[in-house]
């Protein structure tokens, strides 16, 4: 059964009606395009962000599992080595305002014995670079770290404690 429209003023009010429906419409169609470039750009950055993460993940496992592990410190999964541009600053000398630099033990002892020793010797807690100095081994980051091993293993033998980050003594006793 065909529709039919009797009246003329019918149609024109409802050309009227979807007319004034016409502007809202717009609008609302222009807010949900707005709306939906901004989850499009919020997935891609999602997107972006998931794929770095992995590759940082893998690439930190696979450094981690093929760098050598320092005696007696604990890898925290974090980052595998320093960059060696912080290294470099690292092992670059400080000079300490008020304090008496010891002088250099001699070599003929092993490392741990001398790390000892100037433990012992030393007024206040020393830091691994001091402790290398006051050696007097090279100050490179690798010799640095081999005395912060020591220390560690000091610390976990009882023979020096750690007084604060990175700040080792003698064992008291």
């Not at 490179?140 to 020591?150: D, F, H, K, W, Y």
Request: aromatic letters at 0%; zero cysteines; a positive charge.
């Amino acid at each position: 059964m065909a529709t039919t429209i009797d009246a003329p003023d019918g149609i024109h009010s409802t050309i009227e009606q979807l007319q004034g429906e016409l502007p809202g419409l717009e609008s609302r169609k222009q807010e949900l395009e707005q709306e939906l470039a901004a989850v499009a750009q919020r997935l891609e950055a999602v997107r972006t962000a998931v794929e770095s993460l992995k590759t940082l993940s893998t690439v930190t496992a696979a450094a981690t599992t093929a760098a050598p592990k320092t005696a007696g410190r604990k890898e925290t999964g974090t980052t595998a080595q320093r960059p060696a541009s912080r290294t470099a600053k690292k092992a670059a000398p400080r000079a300490k305002a008020g304090k008496k630099k010891a002088a250099p033990a001699k070599r003929a002892k092993g490392l741990t014995d001398g790390v000892v020793e100037i433990l012992s010797k030393a007024k206040s807690a020393m830091k691994a670079s001091e402790v290398n100095q006051a050696l007097g081994r090279p100050e490179t980051a690798g010799q640095i770290e081999a005395v912060r091993g020591t220390l560690e293993r000091l610390v976990k033998a009882a023979q020096a404690r750690r007084t604060g980050r990175g700040l080792y003594e003698a064992a008291q006793g």
